[in-house]
């Protein structure tokens, strides 16, 4: 829910909205991503690790087409949206 308080091209409904994305965006990072990663090794080693990045923005855009309630207004939003979440994610690791 911070996430979608810092872009102005992120929207989620409601607190519950927010669980079920968290729920959704493991799921497809548990499954999805693992074999996007493998499918994809070639061109992450080429850019030295980048393409994870894409990768990221992909995995949200598939869980705004999952998630009704919640919105990115497109590729570069969702990109943004994968590093503003991993900058929370990082902070929130370092205080607990």
Do not use: H
């Not at 994305?21 to 548990?30: E, P």
């Not at 499954?31 to 061109?43: A, D, E, K, S």
């Not at 939003?77 to 690791?93: G, K, M, Y």
């Amino acid at each position: 829910m911070l996430a979608s308080y810092i872009l102005p091209g992120v929207k989620i409904d409601g607190f519950i909205t927010a669980i079920i994305l968290a729920l959704v965006l493991a799921v497809l990072n548990a499954i999805v991503r693992p074999v996007l990663v493998f499918l994809t090794i070639p061109v992450t080693i080429l850019t030295l690790g980048l393409f994870l990045l894409i990768i990221n923005a992909l995995i949200i855009l598939l869980a705004d087409y999952l998630v009704t309630g919640f919105d990115t207004s497109g590729f570069f939003t969702a990109l943004l949206f994968s590093l503003v979440l991993t900058i929370i994610e990082s902070i929130l690791d370092l205080i607990f």
